[in-house]
């Protein structure tokens, strides 16, 4: 009988191509399928045509706001009209802002410890006295924006929540006077219409059609208001 002879085990690369793709071939179909995609989204003839009826839509409508906010009887619902009241404290924070960012200003003239504020008035607390601080940071915050901050989103956030704050207060005072002497005086000296406090508002910042109206208060370019259907401040969106 032939001795058996035993064979070392033989490890070999097999070469045969495989079955399944490889990563590299499907990363790259893939990148070809959305290329073919977006080109054909590019050459739609039906979406040029769907995206140009949309933006002529909107154009239309624009127009349309337009013409109602300027025949409005409500008036502007964030400024409001000019009143010496509101214009007598734009002067005063600006020459106080000014007075502090002047190089006369050393901290030698500052008292060490300074003398505690009184209190300005019977109530500093009541209705009116809250809606006239609101209003001037109303006023400031439209100021700055209107400036600056027309990419400024927390900003603009924060104009909303402190005109619906706003609205809630007057709408507090309007139910609790019924419409009395003093809500009569409250809107006649911050120079607030019923747009202010009446329906809801939905904001569409315009920053090169405004009208002159709306610049009372300050010269550059500012937001325009319309009026909607939206409760919460949060879901306020650009108007189309």
Known sequence: MPPQLLSKP???????????????????????????????????????????????????????????????????????????????????????????????????????YPARPARAGPDTGSSEVQAAILTTKIQVLAQQIAKYGHKDKHNKRNLRVLVHRRQRLLNYLRRKERGGPRWQNLMSNLGLTDSSWKGE??????????????????????????????????ECTRAV
């Not at 920053?207 to 939206?230: A, C, L, M, P």
Request: glycine content about 6%; hydrophobic content about 25%.
């Open 10 to 112: 033989y490890f070999r690369v097999l070469n045969a191509p495989s079955l399944g793709p490889s990563l590299a071939s499907s990363g790259r179909s893939q990148f070809s399928s959305n290329s073919r995609t977006k080109t054909r989204k590019g050459q739609n003839p039906y979406a040029i045509a769907q995206a140009r009826q949309r933006k002529a839509a909107n154009l239309s409508r624009q127009a349309v706001l337009k013409k109602e906010r300027a025949s409005s009887a409500y008036g502007e619902p964030v400024l409001g009209n000019p009143t010496p009241f509101i214009e007598s404290l734009m002067s005063k924070r600006s020459g106080d802002s000014a007075t502090l960012t002047s190089t006369s200003a050393s901290p030698q003239e500052t008292p060490q």
């Open 201 to 234: 508002i939905i904001y569409s910042y315009a920053w090169d059609d405004v009208e002159d109206s709306t610049r009372h208060f300050f010269n550059g370019r500012t937001t325009q208001i319309t009026k909607g259907s939206t409760r919460n401040p949060k």
